[in-house]
């Protein structure tokens, strides 16, 4: 019986922010405060807890550009996780082209301006 290792690619005392699966999670959060960036839109819904959703339609490009896309979404929201930006809401991030090769500082830049502006105009700013 051997122990199970540890991830190395996790970040520890880190839990995953939980996804929307269902196409109606999607569809609900339609109806919610959008913002839009070069890189990706942002769309928000008030919530009783965080879940995330991502989406990158065919017209991004290929099924490698459409992941790494995707891959770069994730790892914004991990790091806004890790950093407690994120607020009691659904999140659905639709990503765009230009994300596919936008510096990830300016990615981070973008999301974080977009999740203030978003969680203002849902009318949850933060004290």
């Known amino acids: ?35 839009v960036t070069p890189g990706f839109i942002l769309r928000a819904i008030p919530n009783q807890t965080t879940r995330v959703g991502y989406t990158v339609s065919k017209k991004v490009g290929n099924a490698v550009v459409r992941n790494r896309v995707k891959r770069r979404l994730r790892a914004l929201v991990a790091d806004a996780a890790k950093d407690a930006m994120l607020f009691d809401a659904d999140l659905v991030l639709i990503g765009r082209r230009p994300a596919f090769d936008r510096p990830f500082a300016a990615l981070t830049k973008d999301f974080r301006e977009g999740l203030s502006k978003v969680e203002r105009r849902l009318g949850k700013a933060r004290p």
């Open 1 to 35: 019986m051997s122990a199970a290792l540890p991830d190395p690619v996790a970040a520890p005392n880190i839990r995953p922010v939980p996804t929307l699966k269902a196409r109606a999670e999607f569809r609900r959060v339609d109806r919610g405060a959008k913002w």
